[in-house]
């Protein structure tokens, strides 16, 4: 839900080199049901935490959803999913 310019501030922060979405307009987070609200500060609407896997084609084969923005998934989780993609 963060603006685009806070979005590619952590993305540089963080030495990421891969996309992140960037949803102010919530258009993409209720496509897919991750609209948390007022589960932010002051009762905000926020996104739900989710990690989405997708092979070379753009199918989603892997999901991680959870309610706790605390939680996240694994780095070892994912790279094993991923390699059994191949």
Not at 23 to 51: C, M, Q
Not at 53 to 65: A, E, I, K
């Amino acid at each position: 839900m963060d603006p685009p310019n806070v979005s590619a501030d952590l993305s540089r922060k963080a030495g990421y080199t891969f996309t992140i979405l960037s949803d102010p307009k919530t258009e993409v987070i209720r496509r897919y049901d991750l609209l948390h609200p007022g589960g932010g500060p002051n009762g905000s609407d926020i996104s739900r935490p989710a990690e989405f896997l997708l092979d070379s084609s753009g199918v989603v084969r892997w999901v991680n959803f959870t309610e706790d923005i605390r939680v996240r998934a694994r780095a070892n989780e994912m790279l094993a999913v991923a390699r059994s993609l191949r």
